[in-house]
């Protein structure tokens, strides 16, 4: 058992203490507990409890002394305040290498953290990423304020401020552009490698998606498999079904789900993980997808070209919104899964759907978050026979 030197201030690692067969168990009876009386499936455990993280995301912070941070938010009495990060085990060792040297980088720097409230400074997030293949990216993020851009002196010494032991693969610089009453936006510059990560899942064959730097691929590399996998299973999908896959983000369900089943449309907001899903369709070979760029919430049957029988939904943390859950129920289909990293909400939207004819068929928690207090659930819906008009 590894307590790291952060365990008390952190707030991911709140259950480091506890053997992680006791973790299981605990986050299982949980589960069984919130969906009461309904049965749940045996949790499945990770495999690799330690150092999972594909991805961290640590914020820039400085005092008015001048004293500078760079690393996670603290819990409890100092809720909300960066911390410095020594170690993690949660994350690539390297990725704390890396950390280091950025930290190292902006103490040369003139360079201030950016102040949300005022919209004052430059630096905002440093994003690290790596593709189980082993492909490392670095992701600086700024502030798009032009009146605090980064100097071509300190863009420059930033790329260079990696020891090359670290094996990077991509260093990326990323300008967040906010106005009022304009969506966010966001620039990146590829300041070395590619713009790219390549993630792989192994079912019946090998799949390869490309995935940039700010789209969504399951946080645990070594568990991302086999929640896909049980996500199938549980589907148990027939050649004819036409399935929709909510969400989709870069495609990886639906693409997975493709061989087994008619037809598969996609459903996603973010315009850049439409790009990847594109892509990941044509890399992977899959003739049977297509993606749609729209709201869930606003997406109405007439906009798909088939009536789904089987709907993946993999949403937000918030869960599905009110409007989400109308057009949800409006596509009438036989079965849905869904996929939750929010039991708590999840299981909100699960009476919601109770109360529109669905009924509970199985429940399966995976925990992929081991040491933290979250857990990814999936539960299977199927629609009662006096529902189907």
């Not at 420059?156 to 969506?183: E, R």
């Not at 300041?191 to 790219?196: A, I, N, Q, V, W």
Request: aromatic share 8%.
């Amino acid at each position: 058992m590894e307590i790291c030197s952060h365990f008390t201030v952190c707030g991911g690692c709140r259950t480091q203490d506890i053997p992680y067969a006791e973790q299981v168990q605990i986050k299982e009876e949980a589960v069984r507990s919130l969906f009461s009386p309904q049965k749940s499936l045996p949790i499945l455990q990770s495999n690799s409890p330690w150092h999972y993280r594909n991805k961290m995301e640590l914020s820039f912070a400085e005092k008015k002394d001048g004293s500078r941070y760079l690393g996670l938010r603290a819990s409890g009495p100092m809720g909300g305040r960066v911390f410095n990060l020594t170690e993690c085990h949660l994350c690539p060792p390297w990725m704390v290498k890396a950390r280091n040297s950025v930290f190292d980088w902006w103490q040369k720097s003139e360079a201030r953290a950016y102040f949300a409230p005022q919209d004052l400074g430059t630096l905002r997030t440093l994003t690290l990423r790596e593709g189980i293949a082993g492909e490392r990216m670095v992701m600086l993020t700024i502030s798009g304020n032009e009146a605090f851009g980064l100097s071509e002196e300190d863009v420059a010494s930033f790329a260079q401020a990696f020891d090359s032991t670290l094996a990077l693969s991509s260093i990326v610089l990323q300008k967040q552009v906010i106005k009022k009453k304009n969506p966010t936006r966001f620039i990146e510059s590829i300041l070395y490698g590619k713009d790219h990560l390549i993630e792989q899942i192994a079912l019946d064959r090998e799949y390869a998606f490309k995935v940039r730097p700010t789209a969504f691929f399951q946080p645990n590399q070594f568990t991302a498999s086999m929640l896909y996998q049980r996500a199938l299973e549980l589907a148990q999908l027939e050649p004819e079904d036409l399935v929709l896959d909510l969400y989709c983000g870069t495609a990886t369900l639906g693409i997975l789900a493709a061989s087994s089943c008619a037809q598969v449309v996609g459903v996603e907001l973010n315009p850049q993980a439409i790009l990847d899903a594109k892509e990941n369709i044509c890399n992977n070979q899959i003739a049977n997808m297509e993606v749609i760029e729209a709201d869930v919430a606003k997406i109405k049957p007439e906009d798909l070209p088939f009536q789904p029988t089987v709907i993946f939904v993999d949403p937000p943390r918030s869960g599905l919104t009110p409007k989400a859950i109308k057009q949800l129920v409006g596509f009438r289909a036989k079965k849905i899964i869904y996929i939750s990293c929010n039991p708590k909400t999840q299981k909100e939207n699960v009476m919601q759907l109770e109360a529109e004819g669905y009924s509970i068929e199985q429940m399966q928690p995976i925990d992929q978050f081991p040491h933290t207090l979250h857990i990814e659930n999936i539960i299977t819906l199927t629609k009662l026979p006096q529902s189907n008009s």
